[in-house]
């Protein structure tokens, strides 16, 4: 289509260029020929028989001379003035004719020209009006809006995927199916008609589906679940059946619907709410297309969601989306080979260890590490380096999670010392309880928007599950800063906030999700909203309801192992006050501290044991 295209403007080209030479060369020629003299020379040759013959039009009067002029040429042009000049003509004897000038292309010109002036701007603003509403024109708009990608175009395959392995041996059916269907099919076996992408954003699930197609060298039909909405009844699904039918068409081929949630929401989830018919109906006639086409023709149908709990059951049920593909966060290995994957294009320095990165991005998707190593790449072009080094990831890192360092917000010395102090609480709890990630980085260098210093940890490996000792240390740590800060000071601050915040959290977990409070039983308290009727993405129904007692015993339980460790890690900043001064005391001469400038200042810490922050 795109080469059609350019070969009709190379025409349009063609064909204004030849008529701009024409029109050069019928004015050169015309000037090469005629010359142009005034009326009154005319006279005067005129009147000394010059002029042999003459041929008078409406507004001009051209002729030849007997002989050539001083100017070499034998015809002239001049301008018709005088009314009585046929009768001078006929004293001198000279033969003359009169011209029927026909000017009906004039006219007409003059009619059409600013009609197809007006015609063409009008339809010029049209047309980008509609390209900005994403609308096309008026007879494409039931045609379907999927950016199709023939087998030559689609070069991801594979080996461009990584940390996402069972996701990929899962989608290595497909592409067997789709390189040798009879082979595949030997024994009975057909291939699933759907398959559902199912996992967090930014962790490939749009990257799998353009792999398999790589793979399998097939045309791929990608389009958003967001583009079969229209403001016009009916387009939606008028673009599900082009889409299809082009598919079919072209099979054996992909088609893949990104973010599925946003034409697949569950039917009749908000009864009396408003009405939903464009956005059913186009729902409707995917469910259609799903059940009329044969997988064995080699059309498979490809979606994407990190939404699957709103989706309409008719959706996922046999026969339709077959399989489910879970694409989680990957794990610290799977972190490690996508790194590897995206330092290729970079220039990397020798004691760049991935494993170290890999450690501090905990819970990072595919896209947050992309993101991460070219963000590490700019941290190094920002310093003019030679390399991208340890030290890039690690401000990099810092810069995504804690946010652009503030060197502009001042603090007074006093506010500095108390958020020394409180960094380095966290810290020292964090580094004499078992159980938790180990302390990477203190700074008290302002960050984002209300940082006014941070503590990084790294975790030795990934985690799965956690028993109730662990959770309190994870508390304690969160405490850390304020016990300091009651310790020194002998006072509370805000900075604290967020730390209460999450410490809460985890203490309500633990007594109403988790069953770890002895007094109130191994049962779950956990107010989860319940769907109407069961249905995913229906309005919420009434909460759980909780006794007041039951409610105020949650309270009550949530509240004593907060305090419990707090006072723990209390005791552990008393035990271990000169420590904590003399770290607060090098974080506030160096702003930031390393992991082996903790070591260092903390060889006589005092660890807690196995029991936590005691």
Known sequence: MAIEKKAQLNFWYFAAALMLILLFQGYWTQSRQFESIPYSQFERDLEQGLIESVVIREQYISGSYKSPGESGKTQFITPRVSPDLVARLNRANVEYTAAVESTWLKDILSWVLPVLLFLGVWLFVFRKIAEKQGMGGFMSVGKSKAKVYMERDTQTTFADVAGVDEAKAELVEIVEFLKNPAESGKLGARVPKGVLLVGPPGTGKTLLARAVAGEAGVPFYSISGSEFVEMFVGVGAARVRDLFEQARSHAPAIVFIDELDALGRARGAFPGVGGHDEREQTLNQLLSEMDGFDSSQG??????????????????????????????????????????????????????DLEKVAALTTGFSGADLANLV????????????????????????????????????????????????????????GMAAPGVDEVHKVSIIPRGIGALGYTIQRPTEDRYLM?????????????????????????????????????????????TRYGMDEGLGYVTYDQTKENFLGIPGAPVGRERELSEQTLRAIDEAVRNIVGRVFERAYGLLTKNRAVLDRCAKALLEKETLEEQDLRALTQDLHSSGSDPVA
């Open 299 to 352: 059309l498979i149908l490809l979606s994407a969601t990190n939404r699957p709990e709103i989706l309409d059951p008719a959706l996922l049920r046999a026969g339709r989306f077959d399989r489910q593909v879970l694409v989680d966060r990957p794990d610290k290995l799977g972190r490690v080979q996508i790194l590897e994957v995206h330092i290729k294009s970079k220039t990397m320095a020798e004691d760049v």
């Open 374 to 429: 070219n963000e590490a790449a700019l941290v190094a072009t920002r310093r003019k380096g030679e390399a991208v080094t340890l030290d890039d990831f690690t401000v990099a890192i810092e810069r995504i999670v804690a946010g652009l360092e503030k060197k502009n917000r001042l603090l007074n010395p006093y506010e500095r010392e108390i958020v020394a102090y409180h960094e380095m609480g966290h810290a020292l709890v």
């Open 467 to 511: 028993t109730r000792t662990e959770l309190e240390n994870k508390i304690a740590v969160l405490l850390g800063g304020r016990a300091a800060e009651k310790l020194v000071f002998d006072h509370l601050s805000t900075g604290a906030a967020d730390d209460l915040a999450k410490a809460t959290d985890i203490a309500r977990s633990m007594v």
